[in-house]
């Protein structure tokens, strides 16, 4: 089906107001005293150390059934007249990585008798080099009576340590190391001189490192019409997704599968939403390594694909690369169109490691892509780092249905349009030498005319990463385009917005979603260009049966240009100049 188009350009702003969101970080336990069957293996496990200026008195007991947390450890510390600026501790010898972790966080009951001021307060040091960390003194006094959770930031905790270790002589120098906590100290302590002395009893119990272990929050990947796969990056083994019909009514579970071991600490999941109707939205939540995020969220929800030739909308953007503050910002102003899907044109990431992936990607495109599907497809910054498609391949599951089998290049139906992505880093002008390939993207060009030629789709849409008008893109695939009805062809690698209108085929450029800004690409096709501006960009397109209806905005939200397709089956369409 060829298609013309009406076009129109004007401006819009909107007022936009940004979207927050928290995660509910879960523990891991270092001690929940639940093992211990009595006050002598208590006292073993936890001993009185680092205690100065009280000569203090500290008892120590198991208690059991008095506390909402069941067992819990009692520690009295008596501090004798006189006593100033002192401390009684008791310490557990261990070691532990922390490093993905974001604070300690216990349950604590508190009673003081005698002279006050009286706090408690955590400490511990970092490696056997013996760098002393301490929190702040905390009042007893603010606690609540019948006992209560507390979280402490490790971003409060201060470096005491006499001797520099890693880092240098002064604190103001040092940065913690969580990778290597040993000795944990938990006491109480006097600030000033306490004529009197006094008593002061802490009931301490669930002592764990709080914060996200889950190094990528859940995406959605691969949406058909009875499911989506739900994805996340955890550094805890295992992991579970949870869904059902309504935010808090979560019926499904099913266990999430190593999709990719993609380093010791970096375990990429994959678990499957199934037996969903076409159009079917559900609610879920994803609990790994006791890590819960989603739960009683409204806004951790997935959609099954309509179906038939359904209306629906889509967005299409790219080059999103190296810029995670200008990648929100898209992003941000994408989430108020609120898409079905997301079409992305490559270079997701500046050199394709992983943690690229993960800062210039999953963490700003994180509020869109917990409920939005995204379709993506190679640069060539995606392969730059190794030249292979491992890292790509690990955090994305797409089709795979090209002729090796793999998600190079692949194409899946959404409603009334035929998606297809190609792989441009395979044909000859290709950025990686080590990986452009003729025999494969000659195997790649007779796939596309065979999977254009199936569909029954009314309308096709094509999506890659390098524009059609270069040399070596513009001979493998206009003519196959031309000859097999496609509608609308979008690219990025040009960072920019341009647009294109060329035998019945509209071209889009889409490069505008973080990568430096480079301008339109004059030489490219300049007797068909519609129109081009030099911002960052995305693309609105609504499907019907009737018209693709695509608006381009820019990251302050204003429209800045609109086309209108609509199907012609008798004459090939006249170019018209954007207003």
């Known amino acids: 089906m060829k ?81 100033t600026n002192a401390r009684g501790v008791v310490g557990r010898p261990g070691a532990w990585n922390w490093s993905e972790r974001t604070g300690i966080s216990f349950w604590i009951k508190a009673k003081a008798a005698g ?13 056997k080099r013996g760098d002393k960390w301490k929190s702040p003194l905390m009042p007893i006094s603010n606690l609540n009576p019948n006992g209560q959770y507390v979280t402490i930031p490790f971003a409060d905790f201060e470096w005491y340590g006499s001797q ?87 019926t499904n579970s099913v266990s999430g599968t190593v999709f990719a071991a993609n380093a010791p600490d970096d375990n990429i999941y994959t678990a499957a939403i199934s037996g969903l109707s076409p159009g079917e939205t559900v609610y879920y939540y994803v609990s790994s390594g006791g890590v819960v995020v989603g739960r009683d969220d409204p806004s951790y929800y997935a959609t099954a694909a309509p179906s038939g030739n359904a209306s629906f909308r889509f967005i299409a953007y790219g080059d999103t690369r190296n810029d995670p503050v200008v990648h929100a910002r898209v992003i941000s102003k994408m989430h108020l169109h609120n898409p079905d899907i997301v079409i992305h044109t490559g270079d997701i990431a500046q050199n394709g490691q992983v943690w690229q992936y993960d800062t210039y990607y999953f963490t700003p495109a994180a509020p869109l892509i917990k409920n939005t599907p995204v379709f993506t497809t190679l640069g060539n910054h995606d392969l730059r780092w190794s030249g292979s498609t491992r890292e790509y391949r690990e955090l994305y599951s797409l089709p795979t249905n090209s002729v090796d089998g793999t998600e190079a290049y692949y194409s899946f139906d959404y409603g009334s349009v035929h998606f297809v992505s190609l792989n441009t880093a395979l044909l000859p002008d290709g950025y990686i030498r080590g990986y452009r390939d003729t025999v494969r993207a000659a195997g790649m060009t007779a796939w596309l005319k065979g999977d254009l030629a199936a569909t029954k789709k009314p309308w096709k849409v094509v999506f890659f990463h390098r524009p ?13 385009f031309e000859d097999n009805g496609v509608n ?50 995305f693309v609105v397109a609504d499907v019907t049966l009737s018209k693709l209806d695509l608006k381009v905005y820019d990251d302050d939200n204003v429209l800045r240009q609109e086309l209108i397709l609509v199907p012609e089956q008798i004459t090939k369409p006249v170019s018209l100049p954007a207003d």
Do not use: C
């Open 164 to 250: 520099g270790g890693r880092g240098g002589a002064y604190k103001a120098d040092r940065v913690m190391q969580l990778d290597n906590i040993v000795n944990l100290y938990l006491g109480a302590a006097y600030s000033g001189t306490a004529p009197d002395g006094g008593t002061t009893t802490l009931w301490i119990g669930d002592i764990a490192a709080a914060g996200n272990v889950l190094i990528r929050n859940p995406y959605l990947q691969n949406v058909t019409q009875t499911g989506v796969d739900v994805m996340w990056g955890s550094s805890a083994p295992g992991g579970t997704l949870y869904w059902g019909s309504l935010p808090g009514n979560y």
């Open 115 to 127: 002279d006050i001021p009286q706090y408690y307060q955590v400490r511990f040091y970092e490696d």
């Open 468 to 480: 059609a008008y270069l040399s070596d893109v513009d001979a493998a695939f206009r003519k196959i």
């Open 3 to 83: 298609s013309k188009f009406l076009l129109r350009g004007f401006l819009i702003t909107i007022l936009v107001i940004g979207e927050s969101f928290s995660l509910q970080a879960a523990d891991v336990s270092i001690d929940d005293f639940k093992g211990y069957t009595g006050t002598a293996a208590l006292q073993a496990a936890w001993q009185e150390t680092d205690t100065q200026g009280s000569e203090a008195v500290i008892k120590r007991y198991l208690d059991t059934g008095k506390a909402s947390v069941g067992k819990v450890m009692r520690v009295e510390f008596g501090f004798s007249k006189g006593s």
């Open 488 to 537: 609308l062809v979008f690219s990025g690698h040009i960072h920019t917005y341009d647009s294109h209108y060329r035998n019945g085929v509209t071209y889009i450029t889409a490069g505008g979603g973080g990568a430096p800004l480079g301008g339109p690409y004059r030489q490219g096709w300049p007797d068909y260009r519609l129109y081009a501006f030099n911002d960052y960009n």
